[in-house]
């Protein structure tokens, strides 16, 4: 359906390689070439057409939400040390850390600039309002640490950072760049941010079910990096008296100690759990969609977001 | 004169310490309090009364440049792996390479909000496309690396990346701001690129005639990282049989080679013939200042350019 849309954001996309020497035009476009789902352009066509806002200007914006979620994945990755992304390298892997702490910018940028090519100044506030969400987000994290029993609203704050903001901002584009009221904006931002959430639970519950080749990392890999996610903090309020989880969130735990706690969590039903709270999210989610009409670009979200839970095991 | 405006930029500046935990608080206080001149925040508010703009908008957008060239000196210094700034510790002095580059995204993504409020879309558009030849110059600087003669076009073109790029934003604030003609925008923004080009030329000469302690590394310590500039550059079309440099360029050299290398270029005239250059630029700029009526603050824009070439020795 957004075929031709989705191919223009490519082009703009890629946009970014031609304006630097051809080494770095070559990694750029590895970085952006690995590709991922296109989730949010997408979504950020389909609220466009929900709302029939002028597409030219909602394909910078879509480029825009990518090469930001782009840029965060480039200094994610370096300060992970991971060498793996989407089953490809990544950055960090073959470059030392100053040339990608330098391409994460030069994407942070391009990001900026592709946001203005919207030509609609409250959505590149929002646009930047939600880049220093997640970078604030992300600081947050890294100064908490290891060893943080975070409570519910914790978590929350932090996968709404995470993910659900930027999720927000690609649904609230349509209503801005169309001029809807107030109230479709925050409507559809709110879809967004209920939809983002459930997505950012689902992942958190792959790390525990998905296999290490899938996941390219070990099972419970959040975990043993002392990252606390939904189904743990179930686990845990159902079983004040387990003590094991303070352990583990102290120092990386052993191979098979990790394991047993899995299992255990896998038995208590909390991953279950985990899977209803984003399955809910994304029925409350849907009952804001009752509110516009019954086109095929409603019924393509309605798919994403069902798609967007569905049961990783 | 701009005492209030320039503290109300302080007070904007510092906002960004209020949305995150003490210690990062205090951490990023630590970074804008060490201050600096503030030659672009006053250029800024300058031009804004130059061209009659409101001055409510000129002051965020005052902000954000300045932000901008922090978050750009948070994540250079890492790069560089500098220990001193301005006097004081960088942040990665104390802090490991994962804060700080977080740090410097969120100030990035700050000065993308401080520039919306500006309330002006062609001028965020500006400023997100100076944040990228900011970047990309950066990225290109780096792929070059050492051991490379540059030509002069390349020069020009990195000293444009890393200041004089952001001079000319600074100038052209008012007369966006104030809707003035193109003409005028492209003026000031010309204005503002000589000077800035002047500015860095005047900094590159300091790295060979100021002390030690001044400095805060060795005399002479842009060639010792490879790094080019203009009186080099200038001593080498006078000397093209002085092998000595190619030598410098490969491999960082002895004190005692560079201090013979340093000296011989000043007796060469170099650095004096560098800051002809520097002197012709302000020059030029003041003969655009000329089309503007001869108030206080266009008196002001001309002592910050004469002052910016001020002999540093």
Known sequence: MLKTELAEVETRL???TSAVPPDIAGMLRGIIDS???????????????LCQA?????IPIAAAIEMLHTATLVHDDLID???????KPTLNAHLSATPTVLAGDLLFARAAVLATEGQNLQLVRRFSATLEIICSGELNQFFIGRGHLPTCDEYERRIFAKTASLFALAMETGPH????PVQQIAELAHFGALLGSAFQITDDVLDFVSDEATLGKPVGGDLQQGLVTLPVLIYQEQHPEDTRLSVLLHAPAGAGQLREFVADLYTSGAIEAAMTIADRRVK????????????????AIEEIATFAVQRPY
Chains 1, 2 share one sequence.
């Open 35 to 49: 590709g991922g789902k296109r989730l949010r352009p997408a979504l950020v066509l389909l609220s466009a057409h």
């Open 177 to 180: 760049l169309a001029g809807s």
């Open 14 to 16: 890629l946009e970014v």
């Open 284 to 299: 409350e989610a849907l009952t804001i969609l009752e509110h516009f009409p019954a086109t095929p670009y409603r019924r």
């Open 81 to 87: 040390a991971a060498t793996l992304r989407r089953g």
């Open 54 to 58: 002028p597409l030219a200007q909602a």
